[in-house]
């Protein structure tokens, strides 16, 4: 499926949709340059899960844990890690195979540890439809 997004709020709403039809269990994976609003859409995702606090990208945490929506939010970015071996010294799996939903930025740098049945969204720019465009893929 492919939606395309004409600003920030579209993108946002986007995110709040899948937040809001995610199930225990799922891996969303959020790939796309720098800029092209992963965040603003995991912002979105939280919102459908019913979570109040601030989610911003944990670029030097690696893993943000959001308790307080309707089933806990693990947000992962791994722009920084070097191997898949650092995943595993956080303990990777409790996460993937738990009881809330993971959403990995970057995460073809960790594409051998990714299971089958993520789902896999693209964000892309194209500045000939204009600053705010972006198209999102969504793949299951």
Same mark, same amino acid.
């Given at each position: 499926? $492919? ?14 949709? #899948? ?8 891996? &969303? ?15 979105? $995702?939280?919102?459908?899960?019913? *979570?109040?606090?601030? $989610? ?5 945490? +690696?893993?943000?844990?959001?308790? /307080?929506?309707? +089933?806990?939010?693990?947000?992962? /970015? $791994?722009?920084?890690?070097? /191997? ?12 993937? &195979?738990?009881?809330? #939903?993971? +959403? *990995? ?15 896999? +969204?693209? *964000? ?13 893929? *969504?793949?299951?």
């Amino acid at each position: 499926m $492919v939606v395309e997004t004409w600003s920030a709020e579209e993108t946002y709403e986007l995110g709040k949709k #899948l937040g809001k039809e995610a199930k225990p269990g799922q891996i &969303y994976t959020l790939n796309g340059d720098l800029g092209v609003g992963k965040t603003v859409f995991t912002q979105g $995702v939280a919102d459908g899960l019913g *979570i109040t606090e601030p $989610v911003n990208s944990p670029t030097f945490t +690696i893993v943000q844990v959001y308790e /307080d929506g309707r +089933i806990p939010f693990y947000h992962f /970015d $791994v722009y920084r890690i070097g /191997d898949v071996e650092e995943m595993e010294e956080i303990g990777y799996q409790d996460y993937f &195979y738990g009881e809330g #939903l993971c +959403i *990995i930025e970057w995460a073809e740098l960790i594409s051998e540890i990714i299971p089958e049945d993520a789902k896999r +969204i693209t *964000i892309e720019k194209d500045l000939e439809k204009g600053f705010d465009y972006r198209r999102i893929e *969504i793949e299951e």
